[in-house]
């Protein structure tokens, strides 16, 4: 079985930082590219940032400067680093990973159970 286990999230204040962390187990016979998005209520789940096994990059636009996607490969983790954060940032965050079970080699996308983050004053 392949698992996505977040941690990390809780209250922060605004302007304060929260740092959220992701690790993939199970019968992994390769791990792509990782990422973290956000769904609030009422709203489409949408894309935060999202990290290929060499540390390519990508980030919503609106995010760029305040957050930061990093990875590390022997812990099969991805982390989300997230400064001055503003109310708007309110959301379950969840963590996506492309990976291939080493029981049938099929290449799918695993999400994580999601993390709550609150800002709030």
């Known amino acids: 079985q392949v698992q996505l286990v977040e941690s990390g999230g809780g209250l922060a204040h605004p302007g304060g930082s929260l740092r959220l962390s992701c690790a993939a187990s199970?019968?992994?016979?390769?791990?792509?590219?990782m990422g973290w998005y956000r769904q609030t209520p009422g709203k489409e789940r949408e894309l935060v940032a999202r990290?290929?096994?060499?540390?390519?990059?990508n980030y919503a636009d609106s995010l760029k400067g305040r957050f930061t996607i990093s990875r590390d490969n022997a812990r099969r983790t991805v982390y989300l680093q997230m400064n001055s954060l503003e109310p708007e940032d309110t959301a379950v965050y969840y963590c996506n990973a492309r990976m291939i079970d080493r029981r049938d080699y099929v290449a799918r996308d695993y999400w994580g159970q999601g993390t709550q983050v609150t800002v709030s004053s």
């Open positions: 990290i290929t096994v060499v540390g390519a990059t």
């Open positions: 199970g019968s992994i016979a390769r791990l792509d590219a």
